[in-house]
């Protein structure tokens, strides 16, 4: 039996509505007309290797904007200017919350190779880098409207040694998404007494020395006619040295976990002596179409040690409860039922990855 998950989600203003989730009575109803109109189709295993290559359909999630009519934030008139970003700032005294609005930008600086950018914002409160909440990714546009909110629970009196970080980046599905430019407002500088509203000019993201970790590609596949959910582990790179000859044993663990907790997992063959594994490996768990928008899957990069513990490189999380990356591809996936969906994920230190659970 597939245990049934804990029913409360989280607070309202902790999640932003996200208008690519499919509600559960479109996905029981798309149930049902597989089962009718699919059950013949084989549920073949993906060689997908090639599919990290292969340019990706439209996100389901991803908002579909024609560029913006041409105006004062449009042309980026000096090589510095990175745009401007438009927030709002509040604080709930009764649930002790500090509620951050990512309204707009313009004017941001053109990353891809059209003239354009996919942006999206990260949000954070330093000095906790771990707590992070992402906007939806907008396409082909450097003026773009999010107009969401987040909300960060933290004692007012612990306010002013923090630091709100909201940082936009250019969305890249086959590799590390690049950083346009952020946003730093230290909390002491703030009076929250009232809500406040800015405009903000970005600056460049420091070049500090942050830890990389190495990258993943997998394919996600969910056929509904069999309730069958398939990972295929394809491959890694440029993972993070473990071992003292500059390489690592890395195998990959893969949990699905519901309501927090994790129920399956399953795990690669491990590949020695290198940073740059290739796996090409599939793994199905059985999830029926009730349950699998209460599910997520994370993957756990490991180095292998004979002797002592395997330690952990990084993990990635996919699923409606994860956000930003992570979301996108789950989005993916059920929007394109009985296709393997292939993306590349930048791997997060291990007490990053995984999705809140549900109080």
């Given at each position: 039996m597939f245990p049934e998950p804990p029913t409360p989600g989280p607070p309202a203003s902790e999640t932003p509505p996200d208008s690519s989730r499919i509600s559960q009575g479109e996905w029981n109803r798309r149930c049902v007309i597989?089962?009718?109109?699919?059950?013949?189709i084989e549920n073949g295993r993906a060689r997908a290797s090639s599919h990290c290559k292969r340019t990706p359909d439209v996100q389901p999630e991803v908002e579909e904007l024609d560029p913006a009519p041409s105006g004062p934030g449009q042309k980026v008139t000096e090589k510095h200017e990175l745009g401007r970003l438009q927030y709002s700032l509040d604080y709930d005294f009764q649930s002790g919350q500090l509620l951050v609005g990512i309204l707009q930008a313009e004017g941001l600086a053109a990353l891809d190779l059209g003239g354009s950018s996919d942006p999206y914002v990260s949000v954070y409160l330093l000095p906790d880098k771990r707590r992070?909440?992402?906007?939806?990714?907008?396409?082909?546009?450097?003026?773009?409207?999010?107009?969401?909110?987040?909300?960060?629970?933290?004692?007012?009196v612990e306010l002013g040694g923090r630091v709100l970080v909201m940082a936009v980046y250019d969305f890249d599905r086959f590799s590390r998404n690049d950083a346009i430019g952020e946003v730093r407002v230290p909390m002491s500088s703030v009076d929250l007494g009232r809500p406040v509203q800015a405009w903000q000019q970005l600056q460049a993201v420091p070049k500090e020395e942050q830890e990389k970790l190495g990258d993943i590609c997998f394919s996600l596949r969910y056929v509904p006619t069999a309730g069958k959910l398939t990972v295929i582990v394809l491959e890694a790179k440029n993972l993070k040295k473990m071992d003292v000859g500059g390489l690592s044993d890395p195998y990959v663990k893969v949990h699905l976990l519901q309501g927090g907790k994790k129920v399956r997992k399953k795990k690669t063959t491990i590949k020695k002596n290198t940073l740059n594994?290739?796996?090409?490996?599939?793994?199905?768990?059985?999830?029926?179409?009730?349950?699998?928008?209460?599910?997520q899957?994370?993957?756990?990069?490991?180095?292998?040690?004979?002797?002592?513990?395997?330690?952990?490189?990084?993990?990635?999380?996919?699923?409606?409860?994860?956000?930003?990356?992570?979301?996108?591809?789950?989005?993916?996936?059920?929007?394109?039922?009985?296709?393997?969906?292939?993306?590349?994920?930048?791997?997060?230190?291990?007490?990053?990855?995984?999705?809140?659970?549900?109080?």
């Open positions: 597989g089962q009718e109109r699919e059950r013949q992070r909440h992402e906007t939806k990714v907008h396409r082909q546009t450097l003026n773009p409207h999010f107009g969401e909110a987040f909300a960060f629970k933290v004692p007012y594994p290739y796996y090409n490996e599939a793994f199905s768990f059985e999830v029926p179409c009730d349950q699998v928008q209460k599910v899957v994370e993957l756990t990069v490991l180095d292998y040690d004979k002797l002592g513990k395997n330690e952990a490189i990084g993990r990635v999380a996919v699923g409606t409860a994860v956000g930003g990356a992570g979301l996108r591809h789950w989005a993916d996936m059920l929007a394109n039922p009985r296709r393997p969906i292939a993306q590349w994920h930048s791997l997060r230190p291990p007490d990053r990855a995984r999705p809140m659970p549900a109080p």
